[in-house]
T-cell receptor
Framework: DAGVIQSPRHEVTEMGQEVTLRCKPISGHDYLFWYRQTMMRGLELLIYFNNNVPIDDSGMPEDRFSAKMPNASFSTLKIQPSEPRDSAVYFC??????????FGPGTRLTVT | QQPVQSPQAVILREGEDAVINCSSSKALYSVHWYRQKHGEAPVFLMILLKGGEQKGHEKISASFNEKKQQSSLYLTASQLSYSGTYFCGTRNLNKFYFGSGTKLNVKP
């Protein structure tokens, strides 16, 4: 299997622009997680899905952030409008039955 | 609640052992351990389930004390490749949390 695929790997955008991060989980996995990692705050869980249904979105910072999982093989994390404090590495991870999580390579987002 | 890891950082010589601790204020269903190297994604090492089942890595072991809501990761005969930041992840009902990490530096 190719593992968890994320795109883009790097994104540089200006404040106020919309940003969309994409994730393709490992085939057959039923859980999908979105994380944000910064030096200051460490690794934070933003939201996770089970069988395409959002289960816990309490980590989503504010209404500017939204996530969807329209099918078992694709998820998006959208930030609109983006702000400089959103700069971070965003990881997507998937797992089978919430056991070990397999992380994608991450998207490094820079908002100027 | 975010689990608390200790120590925050460890420096070892090759061949030495290390223990990393993870404790939670909430009852735990499972504890996961991950290692992250600089500039890379976290990689799964070990999972410990309530009831004692354990799945993981051949040279790294871990314990899970359900009553104390604590887990410890044991790195024996450390190798240079063990360097990185170790995170524990915990699950309580439908909530997942990660600790703040322990930086391990193994020197020749």
């Amino acid at each position: 299997d190719a593992g968890v695929i994320q795109s883009p790997r790097h994104e540089v955008t200006e404040m106020g622009q919309e940003v969309t991060l994409r994730c393709k989980p490992i085939s057959g996995h039923d859980y999908l997680f979105w994380y944000r990692q910064t030096m200051m705050r460490g690794l934070e869980l933003l939201i996770y899905f089970n069988n395409n249904v959002p289960i816990d979105d309490s980590g989503m910072p504010e209404d500017r952030f939204s996530a969807k999982m329209p099918n078992a093989s694709f998820s998006t994390l959208k930030i609109q409008p983006s702000e400089p404090r959103d700069s971070a590495v965003y990881f997507c991870a998937s797992s089978l039955s919430s056991y070990e999580q397999y992380f994608g390579p991450g998207t490094r987002l820079t908002v100027t | 609640q975010q689990p608390v890891q200790s120590p925050q950082a460890v420096i070892l010589r090759e061949g030495e052992d290390a223990v990393i601790n993870c404790s939670s204020s909430k009852a735990l269903y499972s504890v996961h351990w991950y290692r992250q190297k600089h500039g890379e994604a976290p990689v799964f090492l070990m999972i410990l389930l309530k009831g004692g089942e354990q799945k993981g890595h051949e040279k790294i072991s871990a314990s899970f004390n359900e009553k104390k809501q604590q887990s410890s990761l044991y790195l024996t005969a450390s190798q240079l490749s063990y360097s990185g930041t170790y995170f524990c992840g915990t699950r309580n009902l439908n909530k997942f949390y990660f600790g703040s990490g322990t930086k391990l530096n193994v020197k020749p």
